[in-house]
């Protein structure tokens, strides 16, 4: 998978996921928008990543390993037994983590070729 294509299923699976969070949530803090707003801004970023932009490529790494704030609702989730919160919270996760293998790889790659 290239790089486009594992920002734009860890973007969509971010804000899907993201707004089931926030209508499963009512009333939390305000943080329950964070994934959906990282996910929108992957998503906006998604044509600058697929034409392989170095600065646009590397904030939008910075944002997906920002996604990985996910572990605290996921802790809290273990906590109160929340099936639904620790399956949403673990799918961002999971996400996020093959968008960054993906990422790493193709940078080396990129470094290999140069």
């Not at 290239?2 to 804000?15: D, E, F, G, K, M």
């Not at 926030?22 to 996910?39: D, Q, T, V, Y």
């Not at 910075?62 to 996604?67: D, F, G, I, Q, V």
């Amino acid at each position: 998978m290239r790089p486009y294509q594992a920002s734009l299923l860890n973007s969509l699976t971010l804000i899907i996921l993201g707004i089931w969070g926030i209508f499963s949530s009512m009333g939390s803090s305000p943080s329950i928008f964070i994934p959906a707003i990282i996910g929108v801004l992957l998503l906006a970023l998604n044509d600058g990543v697929k034409n392989e932009n170095k600065h646009i490529s590397h904030f939008a790494v910075l944002l997906t390993l920002l996604s990985f704030g996910s572990i605290m609702p996921l802790i809290a989730g273990l906590s109160e037994g929340d099936f639904l919160k620790i399956s949403r919270q673990s799918l961002i996760l999971l996400s996020s983590l093959y968008a960054m293998i993906i990422f790493v790889k193709s940078f080396m790659q990129a470094r290999r070729d140069r």
